[in-house]
C-alpha cells in the first residue's frame, strides 16, 4: 500500500472512535489488504456502528425532537432579540412602543437572558443525547437556519442576526458532551429561571410570534425541564445505591 | 439465563478460544476466514466482538503494538467463563437437532 493510499486509509478510520481506529488500521497494516478492501471494510464498521446507534431513541429525540424545531423557533427569538436593539437604539420606535429607554432595555435584557437560556439548555439536551450522532443533529439544525438565512428580507437588519442562539447552543452542546446530566439543583434553577422568564414575557407579547405564544415558549421550555426530569433519576439511583450499601 | 449464540457468534467466540493469548482482531478474522473459506468483514468482526463483551461472553483490552502493525495496538480477545458456556449449549443445540439428518450419517465423528 502506498503512502497516499495508506493516508486515505487513515482519513476514513478517522470517523471510528481512537481505540477501535488503532485496533483496526493496525489489522489491515498486518494482513496487508488492498487500499480499496480496506476502505470498505472502513466504512462497512462505520455503518454498523451508526446503524447501531439510531437503535436508540436519544439520537431521534435530539434531532428531530430538539435540535430542527428548536433552531426554528430560536431564529424567531434571535429576530425578536435583534428588533429591541434596533428599537433601543432608535428613540422613535421606542416611543412607538410606548417605552422609555430603561424599560427598553430590560426587555431587551429579559430576552437575551430567555434566549440564552432556552438556546443552552437544547444545546445541553442535544449534546448529551447524541453524543457519537452528534453530525446528524447539526446538520438537521443548520438545515432550517440555511433556509430562513436563503428566505431572510429585512432591509434593516443583517440575516445573521437570525444565528445568534448559536452561541449559547454550541455552549450548551459542548457542556452536555462533557457531562451526560446536570445536577437537580442547578437544573432546577434553570428550568424555573427559564418558566418564569417566559411567562410574563410571552403574554406580553414581546415576542415575534402572536397567537399561541405560550406554547411555543413551553415547547422550547422542554428541554430545560427534560435536564430536570434526568437529573431527578441521577439523584433516585444514587438514592437506591445508598440503600443497597445500608 | 441461557444465552443462545448466533452462527457467526459461535464461529467467533470459538476462533478466540482456539487462538488463546493470541487471540485478537486480525488473527480471529483470519482464523474464520481459514476454517469457513468465508470472507469476513471487519465491521461484522468489530461489532459482533462488541455485542458479545456487552453480553459478558468476552472480554477485550487494548494490547501490545507491533512493528509489523505499524505501531499500532491489538485488541485482545478473551472468552470468559459464560462465553463458554453459551459456546458449549450452541454446540449441544447443533448437535441434537443434527441427529438423523441425511447429511450427517455416514460421516466419521457424526453426532450419535
Keep these: 500500500m502506498t503512502g497516499a493510499n495508506w493516508s486515505l486509509l487513515e482519513l476514513a478510520a478517522r470517523l471510528l472512535e481512537r481505540e477501535e481506529r488503532e485496533a483496526v488500521l493496525g489489522d489491515l497494516r498486518e494482513v496487508r489488504e488492498s487500499t480499496w478492501e480496506g476502505l470498505i471494510g472502513v466504512f462497512g464498521l462505520v455503518l454498523r456502528r451508526q446503524t447501531n446507534l439510531w437503535k436508540s431513541w436519544r439520537p431521534w429525540l435530539a434531532g428531530f425532537g430538539v435540535a430542527i424545531p428548536s433552531s426554528f423557533l430560536l431564529m424567531g427569538v434571535s429576530l425578536s432579540v435583534s428588533w429591541s436593539y434596533q428599537r433601543l437604539l432608535c428613540p422613535d420606535l421606542l416611543k412607538a412602543a410606548s417605552l422609555t429607554r430603561a424599560s427598553g432595555l430590560l426587555v431587551l435584557l429579559w ?10 439548555t437544547s444545546g445541553f439536551v442535544v449534546g448529551s443525547a447524541s453524543r457519537r450522532t452528534l453530525w446528524a443533529s447539526a446538520v ?17 437588519l443583517s440575516r445573521y442576526c437570525l444565528l445568534l442562539f448559536l452561541l449559547p447552543a454550541i455552549g450548551g452542546v459542548r457542556q452536555g ?32 410570534w402572536n397567537a399561541p405564544r405560550l406554547s411555543l415558549g413551553w415547547a422550547l421550555s422542554l428541554p430545560a425541564w427534560y435536564l430536570v426530569a434526568t437529573a ?9 445505591n445508598l440503600t443497597k450499601t445500608i | 439465563m441461557l444465552i443462545m449464540l448466533g452462527e ?45 463483551e456487552k453480553k459478558g461472553l468476552l472480554k477485550t483490552w487494548m494490547g501490545e503494538a507491533t512493528p509489523q502493525r ?5 485488541r485482545m480477545v478473551r472468552v470468559t467463563p459464560k462465553g463458554v458456556q453459551a459456546a458449549e449449549d450452541f454446540y449441544d443445540a447443533v448437535m441434537r437437532v443434527s441427529r438423523g439428518a441425511a447429511w450427517v450419517a455416514g460421516r466419521s465423528g457424526s453426532a450419535t
Excluded: H, N
Design chain 1, 111 to 120: 430576552q437575551a437572558g430567555l434566549l440564552m437560556g432556552w438556546a443552552w
Design chain 1, 140 to 156: 438537521l439544525c443548520y438545515s432550517p437556519c440555511l433556509f430562513c438565512l436563503s428566505r431572510f428580507r429585512v432591509d434593516s
Design chain 2, 70 to 74: 505499524g505501531g499500532r495496538a491489538k
Design chain 2, 8 to 52: 457467526f457468534e459461535y464461529l467467533l467466540v470459538t476462533a478466540a478460544a482456539g487462538l488463546g493469548d493470541q487471540a485478537y482482531g486480525a488473527a480471529i478474522r483470519e482464523e474464520i476466514e481459514a476454517t469457513t473459506g468465508r470472507k469476513c468483514s471487519i465491521g461484522a468482526l468489530y461489532t459482533t466482538i462488541e455485542r458479545l
Design chain 1, 177 to 208: 458532551l462533557r457531562s451526560s446530566r446536570m445536577k437537580l439543583g442547578p437544573a432546577l434553577l434553570l428550568a424555573l429561571g427559564v418558566t418564569l422568564l417566559m411567562i410574563p414575557t410571552m403574554s406580553a407579547g414581546q415576542l415575534w
Design chain 1, 232 to 240: 431527578r433519576r441521577t439523584v433516585e439511583l444514587s438514592a437506591q
